[in-house]
C-alpha cells in the first residue's frame, strides 16, 4: 500500500525556516517525481515544487523560486522541503503527492499534510 | 505563466447532472486532471489524463477537452459528491492548479 506521511510542520516567525518532510512507503520511491503541493486556509491548491525521479532535476513555483529547496533521500524513502525566508503568505497545509509515472503526469496519491503557520 | 478558470461555484439538482469547466488557452492540447477534495481530506483524482477514470471512481465522473475548455461531468449526482473539484495541468515543468469549483447538491 502506497503511503506517504509529511512531518515537520508548525508555526514560525517571519523570516524564519522550517522543513518538511514526506516518508514515502509502498512504492519504489526513487522510480517517481515527487511534488509538494499547499493549500492556505479556505483556498484552493498551489503546486509549490516537483523533484524528478532518477532523473534529479528539480521546479519550482515563481513564489517560492530562490527561498524553497526541494531534496530526496532515495536511500531513506524521504522527499524534503526546506523552506528559508519565509512569509505570511506561505501559511498553508503542505503536501506532498506522488506524480503518477507512466506518462500521463498526475497526482496518484497525496499526503494527509502537514500545517506551516507563519505568525509573529 | 499557464493559467486556468474554474466557476466558484456549481449547483445542481440531486440526481441530475452537473458539469464543471477549466478554461485555458488551448487547454484542448494539454492532458488535464480531476481532483475532487472533501472537507478536511486531501485531494484525489477522479479524471486523468482528459477522460480517463482511476479504478474505484464512479462511472458517473466522466471528463472532456477540446479548445479552450475541458469539463468534467457527474452525472446522476448525489449528495456525496459535494466537494471542491480542481482542474490540473502541466506547463514547461510546472503543475498548474485551476482555482477550484464547490459542487452544491441540492
Known amino acids: 500500500e502506497v503511503q506517504l506521511l509529511e512531518s515537520g510542520g508548525g508555526l514560525v516567525q517571519p523570516g524564519g525556516s522550517l522543513r518538511l518532510s514526506c516518508a514515502a512507503s509502498?512504492?519504489?520511491?526513487?522510480?517517481?517525481?515527487m511534488s509538494w503541493v499547499r493549500q492556505a486556509p479556505g483556498k484552493g491548491l498551489e503546486w509549490v515544487s516537483v523533484f524528478n525521479g532518477n532523473g534529479g532535476s528539480t521546479y519550482y513555483a515563481d513564489s517560492v523560486k530562490g527561498r524553497f529547496t526541494i531534496s530526496r533521500d532515495n536511500s531513506k524513502n524521504t522527499l524534503y522541503l526546506q523552506m528559508n525566508s519565509l512569509r505570511a503568505e506561505d501559511t498553508a497545509v503542505y503536501y506532498c503527492?506522488?506524480?503518477?509515472?507512466?506518462?500521463?503526469?498526475?497526482?496518484?496519491?497525496w499526503g494527509q499534510g502537514t500545517l506551516v503557520t507563519v505568525s509573529s | 505563466s499557464y493559467e486556468v478558470t474554474q466557476p466558484l461555484s456549481v449547483s445542481v439538482a440531486l440526481g441530475q447532472t452537473a458539469r464543471i469547466t477549466c478554461g485555458g488557452n488551448n487547454v484542448g492540447s494539454k492532458n488535464v486532471h480531476w481532483y475532487q477534495q472533501k472537507p478536511g481530506q486531501a485531494p484525489m483524482v477522479v479524471i486523468y489524463?482528459?477522460?480517463n477514470r482511476p479504478s474505484g471512481i464512479p462511472e458517473r465522473f466522466s471528463g472532456s477537452n477540446s479548445g479552450n475548455t475541458a469539463t468534467l461531468t457527474i452525472s446522476r449526482a448525489q449528495a456525496g459528491d459535494e466537494a471542491d473539484f480542481y482542474c490540473?495541468?502541466?506547463?514547461?515543468?510546472?503543475?498548474?492548479f485551476g482555482g477550484g469549483t464547490t459542487l452544491t447538491v441540492l
Open positions: 490540473q495541468v502541466w506547463d514547461s515543468n510546472t503543475a498548474v
Open positions: 509502498g512504492f519504489s520511491f526513487s522510480s517517481y517525481a
Open positions: 489524463s482528459d477522460r
Open positions: 503527492a506522488r506524480r503518477e509515472s507512466s506518462g500521463y503526469f498526475y497526482f496518484d496519491y
